[in-house]
């Protein structure tokens, strides 16, 4: 067992407490102010404090390389503007060097997903940095499929004279591939359970990847993880989900702030970002580092991301200070890093915050986290040290 002891520790889910996290194998044990046991390692954390690991709910690392160009790109399959069938995962290099900026800066999970060429991009999903065995490092192969509204998947078809080339092709291409999704599943679901005849072989079912990958989606099995900038693009998301009755995640929402009570009224919840950053594309003429303190202030779930690599990785925590500086809430910006992708990703049982039972991914900073001078020590990740400064 380890125990850091006497630490500020920023709980999330409890407040801010002075006390001392123990570990055991990979899990939490105990938190808050209790005897040491007599077996523990014990580590002094006086005038430290603790995080919970951060996550960064939305980016391309390992798929989009750094430093490699062409080569390294491997995060758009821009051969149909329907790809379900493709994971992100397949796609990972283990040894691109943003994972050692991600752990370095206290990034301990992350969110990878194809790029946004395609209006169905494919399957995202979530790792750990701590190998380069990928099979060590993932955690979910499948924890959501990407979809894509706006500029990006017209500007791919449009160029190739194909559909989609306006807005209005972009919605009708991700509403057919949800209707043929359905009648597929309906169709399935009437052949397996079809009463077979003693005289008669049963006929065999043959699936389709394909449409299986969209299916759980429609049973809400997974959530659509669209890309959307504009406030239109934003309603039209959610007006497929509504028709189709699927859950929805909108990612970037850069006008999202224009339209808050509508994505609060109807319980929608956003991973904003990347927010440091120029704005290269017209869909972010009107971006603002306003945009977190307007959401939170409307009772919006959000979480912050980097779309690494647009912005580093390492640069996911240096966000939240900026969008606090900007009239963002301390304790909401903590939580857009921690307990809000937790439960976006549907893993709020095991990541976000410093409970008991949960994973013993912690930051210790060598001071206040939300102040610019501090820094991460030293990053556990499943209960081991992954890394030292």
Known sequence: MIVLKDAVIHTVANGTITGSVAIEDNKIVMVGDFELP???????????????????????????????GDMGNDGNDATSPTTPQVKAADGIYPEDEAFKDAVSN??????IGPGSANVIGGQMCVVKPISHILEEMLVNDYVGLKCAFGENPK?????????PETRMGVAAVLRKALQDADSYRIKRDFQLSKPQKDDEPKEPFIPEYDKEIIVEVLENKKKLRAHAHRMDDIQTAIRLAKEFNVGIVIEHCTEGFKIADYLAKNNIPVIIGPINGTKPKVELKDATLESARILDEAGVKFSMMTDAPV????????????AIRYGLNPESGLRAVTLNPAEILGMQDELGSIETGKSADLNIFNGDPFDFRSVVETVYINGKVEYKR
């Open 38 to 68: 007599k077996d523990a390692e014990v580590i002094d954390c006086t005038d430290k404090q603790i995080t919970p690991g951060f996550i960064d709910a939305h980016c391309h690392v390992g798929v989009f390389n750094e430093g490699m």
């Open 155 to 163: 500007r791919v078809y449009g160029s190739k004279g194909t559909m």
């Open 106 to 111: 206290g990034v301990t999970t992350l969110c």
């Open 311 to 322: 912005e580093r990785i390492g640069s996911l925590f240096d966000d939240i200070r900026l």
